[in-house]
């Protein structure tokens, strides 16, 4: 399984970016989808979740009405729409694949993307 992740870059304060990230493998549509971020000297931490039905996603407070996570399973990729960026949204973007579905904890997820870099200008 691989997950390439892209779409990264330097946008300003008030920005959009929209991350994608495709899968490897042919069950993609069995998992749950997730995006993480890490900022410098920070633990990584959960951004949305998206369950394998896209009947469900959730997302870390700081994001919600900003941030859209969306999946195609026909392109087996997931997708993050970020708008309205801040720049404490700056950080390595990770995404990820969770064989327990939607989840909004780290453990739960066993394949990781390599992140890719968003960072927001003030």
């Known amino acids: 399984v691989q997950l390439q992740a892209s779409g990264g870059g330097l946008v300003q304060a008030g920005g959009s970016l929209r991350l994608s990230c495709a899968a490897s493998g042919r069950t993609f549509s069995s998992y749950g989808m997730g995006w993480f971020r890490q900022a410098p000297g920070k633990e990584r931490e959960f951004v949305a979740g998206?369950?394998?039905?896209?009947?469900?996603?959730r997302y870390a407070d700081s994001v919600k009405g900003r941030f859209t996570i969306s999946r195609d399973a026909a392109k087996n990729t997931v997708y993050l729409q970020m708008d309205n960026l801040k720049p404490e949204d700056t950080a390595v973007y990770y995404c990820a694949r969770s064989p327990l579905g939607l989840s909004t904890v780290r453990n739960a997820y066993n394949y990781w993307g390599q992140g890719t870099q968003v960072t927001v200008s003030s």
């Open positions: 998206i369950s394998s039905s896209i009947r469900s996603t």
